[in-house]
């Protein structure tokens, strides 16, 4: 039997602006990255998600982005190494603070976005991410792409890592993911995003956009919460794998 890691980035609403459906992709998943509150989320937010991930028994990972609201984490930011360290140390403490108080043990940090991107391509950025995670505890895993940057990164620390691939997102040759204003880059068939994870787990390989294979680990599968139709959608793919002999349990004990 292999076991699956199913995580999403959750917690992404902000005051009247709601975003997702928290409370319907919690009981599916098995590891919930939180945003702190720089790409969305706020105060009120933010302790509702965790005692919704404390409810399900739902694995507490912390989703630090760049502060950019309007933005949504998703427009890239030239930032020092200091102000790199310094935000992502700010918002891991404000999860794992909110998070003791109620008895949950946050256990990784994944970087949101244009954060999480610009780590595998700038040296500055991912080793002021794994230095504010290894300072802060050294016991945090950090998630990141397959075999990407920002996680040999982290092992070099001598940090836990958690290999990360992507149920909904098309991948380029280089390991990337195809870019959302790109045709294509949404998986959105069940069908297909099950049999693509299924060549992941049992060959270790993906196909990308351009029809190539190449090489993947896989420890964690993300979906997005915030794309329209995302429960659905999971649980569409899980009916898919129903006949596989998978069990969902987090990588992370």
Known sequence: MKTIDINADLGESFGAF???NDAAMLP???SANV???FHASDPETLVHTIDLVKQNNVTLGCHPGYRDLEGFGRRDMSLSYKEVYA???YQIAAVDGLARSVGVKMKYVKPHGALYNKAEVCKKTRQAIVDSIYDYDESLYV????MGQLVKCAEDKGLGTIHEVFLDRAYNDDGTLVSRNSEGAMIKDAREAAARLEEMIEVGSVTTITGNK????VDSVCVHGDTE??????????????????QFQSVVN
Do not use: H, R, W
């Not at 998630?143 to 397959?146: D, E, K």
């Not at 569409?236 to 002999?245: G, M, Q």
């Open 87 to 89: 935000l992502v140390k």
């Open 143 to 146: 998630m990141g792409m397959s």
């Open 18 to 20: 709601k975003i997702g």
């Open 229 to 246: 139709g995302a429960v659905q959608f999971l649980k569409d793919v899980f009916k898919e794998l129903k006949t596989k002999n998978y």
């Open 28 to 30: 599916l998943v098995t």
């Open 35 to 37: 945003a702190c509150g």
């Open 214 to 217: 190449i090489p993947i680990k």
